[in-house]
């Protein structure tokens, strides 16, 4: 039988969905895609986002979604270059802090944090990148304990491939053939979530062998990580890029090592996916985009969401990306 797919957002290009349940109600922090003229090429640079928008529903397949309209944008953000790409948010005491990747004036990715009253915003920045932060796509995950981790880290024009054991290095390069794959990252965030609690670790993904994948596997981390837990396991979620997959991996605790289980969903239109996973209502969903509405132009993408299953033994079922 087809599964049931809905688009979001009909009326614009909207990527990268993270998504939240806070109050009781879903909230939806995308990329804002815009045709920018910018030819399409590797390092990203047709990706050019400019400003955020926050949408919220308490009816995910069917009811209406509200648009908050533009609640931060790269002309308020005092040390911004170009380029916000995926971002999160997490709440704390009240307080919503969004987290974004936006590169700086030499045009190196960092994470910023912006916070808010409300999680419909507007977010204001702080004035300078969180302390060490490199990179793009932060996931923010809250652990039972009330601790938070960010998840991120995405290569080619997301930069990772530039960083060994968190610095910037001239020889740094992208791992080929069966040399391990390069790891995403995960830290601890402060307190008072504006900073790192330490150094970031890699998020090492095994095959069932317990050897880290490595780099040819058409199933290694590329970008767009996500955390969930389901039935007290901690489930590593990611888009695996130029193999054009979503998987994931499962492990006992956030920091990982995490074993590879399987592909959550199949290539859909388009270059690009990237997801969240959320249970609202007692049943689980999986946000994503494609670019069927712009008729496949990569840098315009759609904001989608389908019911996501799992088996008697905690398996997500895998779902076809080119169903519409
Ligand atoms: O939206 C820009 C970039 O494309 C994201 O940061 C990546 O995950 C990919 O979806």
Redesign the pocket.
Known sequence: MKKEMRYLVPGDYM??PSVHIFNGKVYIYP?HDWESGIPENDN?DH?N?KDYHVFSTDDIMQGPVTDHGVVLSTEDIPWAGRQL??CDVAEKKGKYYMYF?LKDRNDIFRLGVAIADRPEGPFIPLPNPMYGSYS??PAVFKDDDGSHYIYFG?IW??QLQRYRDNIALENAYLPTGNEPALPGRVVKLRDDMLQFDETPRAVVIMDENGKPLTADNPHRFF??SWMHKYQGKYYFSY?TGDTHLLCYATGDNPYGPFTYQGVILTPVVGW?T?HSIVEYKGKWYLFHHDCVPSDGKTWLRSLKVCELEYDEQGRIITINGSEE
């Open positions: 990527a990268d990329s990203g990706f986002m790409w995926d990747p793009i796509d995405g024009g997301g970008e767009a888009s690009t990237h």
